[in-house]
T-cell receptor
């Protein structure tokens, strides 16, 4: 977990507010991912990025946007938060060479009232 | 469409028993099958993984069994301990097809009781 940092760890916000979740890494991996976790639904991919100029939508990208500000930073934004975006959000990193392991951050618990 | 089906949703096992979690997939392009373990308040962490060129992989008390023809794979935890209590996710990856996306099962919450 220490190689991947997520801020904030917990956030409560109101419907309609814009919110940004941030992810940073110290391993120098080029691939970064944002997942959403809901009880009983597993992990669903929101967006992923292979480098600063490469952003790809995942299976549930509607209502979300991302920014890869640098190789080490990948931010997830909710432009206008709604209650069904209440969930646990995870950032993950991986390297394009060798191991296919994804390393996950500690997560951000987001509540939209 | 759920591409990786995982069962059971929850599992209670006595200490010392065997925990078995099953997964099935449809996409024949999947060529890497990891299992992730998640403790409460933590992110998932890779536990063990297998490629379809072998039928079994063992690491300590954890074993993956893989049946390519049936498109099924399972995790066996031998001598289950209370410290194994966690949520387990199977996943699949179409690495050879140029996809770098993991498709996860919905998870199994394992409780090992003393």
């Amino acid at each position: 977990d220490a190689d991947v940092t997520q801020t904030p760890r917990n956030r409560i916000t109101k419907t309609g507010k814009r919110i940004m979740l941030e992810c940073s890494q110290t391993k120098g991996h080029d691939r970064m991912y944002w997942y959403r976790q809901d009880p009983g639904l597993g992990l669903q991919l929101i967006y992923y990025s292979f480098d600063v100029k490469d952003i790809n939508k995942g299976e549930i990208s509607d209502g979300y946007s991302v920014s890869r500000q640098a190789q080490a930073k990948f931010s997830l934004s909710l432009e206008s938060a709604i209650p069904n975006q209440t969930a646990l959000y995870f950032c993950a990193i991986a390297t394009s060479g060798g191991s296919d392991t994804q390393y996950f951050g500690p997560g951000t618990r987001l509540t939209v009232l | 469409q759920q591409q990786v089906k995982q069962s059971p949703q929850s599992l209670i096992v006595q200490k010392g028993g065997i925990s078995i979690i099953n997964c099935a997939y449809e996409n024949t392009a999947f060529d890497y099958f990891p299992w992730y373990q998640q403790f409460p308040g933590k992110g998932p962490a890779l536990l063990i993984a297998i490629r379809p060129d072998v039928s079994e992989k063992k690491e300590g008390r954890f074993t993956i069994s893989f049946n390519k023809s049936a498109k099924q794979f399972s995790l066996h935890i031998m001598d289950s301990q209370p410290g194994d209590s966690a949520t387990y996710f199977c996943a699949a990856y179409a690495y050879g097809a140029g996809s770098y996306q993991l498709t996860f099962g919905k998870g199994t919450k394992l409780s090992v009781i003393p």
